[in-house]
């Protein structure tokens, strides 16, 4: 069980050192908005690699055809790369606001839409459904039954998601220590890393 759930660890590290683009937009959600905020962010990327811990598991041959299908592959990166590309956009001609609104302050609606937003970047990003399958096919051969490969999942989540809260705080941490013109570069250099990110996501997306 301990190794298990040190593999599990040692995997969550691996993915949440990498600079992809659910990063990306967590630390420009945090820097603009603040924890909380970026904690719901948080909140929808992990849903959605639940979905694909629980998905990959079970229906890993089903997930591995689907991909071989040219069509679905290309449609999900397009509609990640689309998503990233107008986030991108967005971040680059947003005005800066002297308030925004506390989550304590916010709709329902409003919370919705931004976990909805880790959601989607993360789930329509072709390379974390190739990252859970590399992970459920080690698992499937690995582990004698469900019981034992849940501990590799337990530990995998459990890093992402203390590793997604410090990014979260610490983003909002630097965010405190940037006057308005510096935040102002800076969320406008996070725009142009997700137009960039967007790009490059439907170049590799055409040539897997």
Do not use: C
Not at 66 to 72: A, D, P, T
Not at 133 to 144: F, K, L, T
Not at 182 to 198: A, D, P, Q, R
């Amino acid at each position: 069980m301990l190794a298990e759930l040190g593999t599990g660890i040692l995997l969550g590290l691996s993915l949440a050192i990498l600079a992809g683009p659910a990063m990306i937009v967590l630390v420009k959600t945090s820097l603009e908005r603040g924890f909380r905020i970026g904690l719901l962010f948080a909140v929808g990327i992990w849903v959605s690699d639940i979905m694909f811990a629980a998905l990959t598991h079970f229906s890993i041959s089903w997930i591995v055809e689907s991909l071989e299908n040219s069509n679905f592959k290309n449609t999900l990166g397009f509609v990640g790369s689309l998503i990233l590309f107008i986030f991108g956009v967005a971040t680059i001609q947003a005005k800066e606001k002297n308030r925004k609104p506390k989550i304590e302050n916010m709709r329902k609606r409003e919370k919705f839409k931004i976990f909805l937003k880790g959601f989607a970047v993360n789930t329509f990003n072709p390379f974390a459904i190739v990252f859970w399958i590399g992970v459920s096919s080690g698992v499937i051969s690995g582990a004698n039954d469900d019981f034992i490969a849940i501990w590799v999942y337990i530990g995998l989540i459990l890093t992402l998601i203390v590793t997604d809260i410090l990014k979260a705080a610490l983003s909002q941490k630097l965010g405190k220590f940037l006057d308005s013109r510096y935040m102002t570069y800076l969320k406008k250099g996070l725009g142009v890393v997700m137009i960039i990110f967007s790009v490059v996501l439907i170049v590799r997306t055409m040539s897997m």
